[in-house]
C-alpha cells in the first residue's frame, strides 16, 4: 500500500506539479492525501483539483495566532491520513508547536546548497556572494531556519552572467528531481536520521 502524503503550499505549486507527474507516470510510489495551502488564491489549488487530489485551505488571518493556524494544519493534514508532511513552497516558518508533532517527518525543498544561503532570496544570494555552484537542498525540518538533517543535494553551475532569475530557473529544474527523489527514499524506508546526518540505505 502506498504511503500518504500531505503536501503544505504558499503559491504556484511547481514542485507540488512535478510531484504529481512523478506519480502519474509511476517513478513515485506514494499517494498525495491533502494539498493543504495557506492562499485561497494559490495556483497549487488548481493544479491539485486538476488531479483529483482534496484540498484545504487555512489562511492566517483567519485564525487568532499562530498556534490556532499551525492546529488547523495540522488537522488538515491528520484528517486526510497523511503519513508525513512535505513543504513545497510554504512562504511560513513552523513552530516547534507544530514539529514537534511530526518530528523527522517534514520535508522541505530550498533553493541553494544548505547550509549556506539560508532564508528567503536565497538565488540572490548566491549570486551576490559570487559562488561558483549552486543548487538545491531537501532536508528534514526542524526548528531553525533551514538547518534540518539534509536527506539530498543537486548542484548546478552558476554562470558569470546568472542574474536571480537565470539561476532560480536552472535550479528550479533540479528541484523538480530532487524532492521526489527524497520522498521516495522516505516512502520506502531508507533514511536512517543519527543527529544531523541523515544514512540512505542502498
Known amino acids: ?80 491520513g497523511a503519513e508525513a508532511v512535505v513543504l513545497a513552497g510554504f512562504m511560513r516558518i513552523l513552530t516547534g508547536h507544530f514539529i514537534s508533532r511530526w518530528e523527522h517527518k517534514i520535508i522541505n525543498i530550498h533553493p541553494a546548497l544548505l547550509p549556506s544561503f539560508k532564508g528567503l532570496d536565497a538565488q540572490g544570494q548566491a549570486v551576490d556572494y559570487g559562488v561558483k555552484v549552486a543548487g538545491c537542498t531537501v532536508h528534514f525540518v526542524d526548528e531553525g531556519t533551514d538547518t534540518g538533517p539534509i536527506i539530498l543535494q543537486k548542484v548546478v553551475p552558476v554562470l558569470d552572467d546568472d542574474t536571480e532569475e537565470t539561476l532560480a530557473a536552472r535550479i528550479l529544474k533540479e528541484e523538480h528531481k ?25
Not at 37 to 63: M, Q
Not at 181 to 197: C, F, M, N, S, V
Request: with cysteine; net charge positive.
Open 1 to 80: 500500500m502506498s504511503k500518504k502524503i500531505g503536501v503544505v503550499v504558499s503559491g504556484r505549486g511547481s514542485n507540488l506539479q512535478s510531484i504529481i507527474d512523478h506519480i502519474a507516470e509511476g517513478k513515485l510510489n506514494v499517494e498525495i492525501a491533502v494539498v493543504v495551502s495557506d492562499h485561497k488564491e494559490a495556483f497549487a489549488l488548481e493544479r491539485a483539483a486538476k488531479a483529483g487530489i482534496p484540498t484545504a485551505v487555512v489562511e492566517r488571518k483567519g485564525c487568532k495566532d499562530k498556534a490556532e493556524f499551525e492546529d488547523k494544519i495540522d488537522a488538515a493534514l491528520r484528517e486526510a
Open 178 to 202: 530532487a524532492l521526489p527523489e527524497a520522498i521516495q527514499l522516505w516512502a520506502d524506508g531508507k533514511l536512517t536520521i543519527q543527529g544531523r546526518k541523515v544514512y540512505v540505505a542502498r
